[in-house]
């Protein structure tokens, strides 16, 4: 159990296509984040939320890329029109135990 | 903007060997620093972290780091190295502000032979 939920483990979808991922962290923060890691890469940062408010984008989430969070608790991260260069595994992650506690991650495969 | 250097992409070492991993950063701040290791199929888990204090921090599972200032350094050590130590490892900094992001290092495969 790591903390933090996310849903699904794994989705492979056709180029094109629009995909939607959940996370959901077991105990509460105002903050959660999302990273992208690709093969020989480390994680790296898309964007986070305070609460309910995407304080933060980085420049590789690019307009096809959307995240919400609702009522401030679970997080979903959407993909329109899917291009094979987004094929990586997508992280969320919360602030805890005087670190960042990861999801497992969704791994995405855009065929 | 912060980046981070990990100077081993892969290493290979024999059971009972000793272990080091380089990790600078560049950074105009005051900085955490931390530690994280990816297990084959696993999650990202931290191994330890540096906020302030004794430069010298130890984590789980005996590993140690050491952060040098002077160098933009956070070393991460291991006396003897175990099979079950064979995974991934990422240094990670962000600043010493609140919860602020993490920007990761590329990350260092570590395989060891039994």
């Known amino acids: 159990d790591t903390g933090v939920s996310q849903d699904p483990r794994h989705k492979i979808t056709k180029r094109g296509q629009n995909v939607t991922f959940r996370c959901d962290p077991i105990?509460?923060?105002?903050?959660l984040y999302w990273y992208r890691q690709t093969l020989g890469q480390g994680p790296e940062f898309l964007t986070y939320?305070?609460?309910?408010?995407?304080?933060?984008k980085s420049r590789l989430l690019s307009d096809r890329f959307s995240a919400e969070r609702p009522k401030g608790s679970f997080s979903t991260l959407e993909i329109q029109r899917t291009e094979q260069g987004d094929s990586a595994m997508y992280l969320c992650?919360?602030?805890?135990?005087?670190?960042?506690?990861f999801g497992s991650g969704t791994r995405l495969t855009v065929v | 903007a912060q980046s981070v250097s990990q100077h081993n992409h892969h290493v290979i070492l024999s059971e009972a060997a000793s272990l080091e991993l380089g990790c600078n950063y560049s950074?105009?701040?005051?900085?955490?620093l931390f530690w994280y290791v990816q297990y084959p199929g696993q999650h990202l888990q931290l191994l330890l972290k540096?906020?302030?204090?004794?430069?010298l921090v130890k984590g789980i599972k005996g590993f140690e780091a050491e952060f040098i200032k002077s160098k933009f350094s956070f070393n991460l050590r291991k006396p003897s190295v175990q099979w079950s130590d064979t995974a991934e490892y990422f240094c990670?900094?962000?600043?010493?502000?609140?919860?602020?992001?993490?920007?990761f290092g590329k990350g260092t495969m570590l395989l060891v032979s039994p």
């Open positions: 950074y105009g701040g005051t900085v955490n």
């Open positions: 540096y906020f302030s204090g004794d430069p």
């Open positions: 992650a919360i602030p805890r135990l005087g670190g960042y506690t």
């Open positions: 105990s509460e923060h105002n903050r």
């Open positions: 990670a900094v962000n600043l010493n502000s609140g919860y602020s992001t993490l920007t």
């Open positions: 939320f305070q609460n309910e408010a995407q304080l933060e």
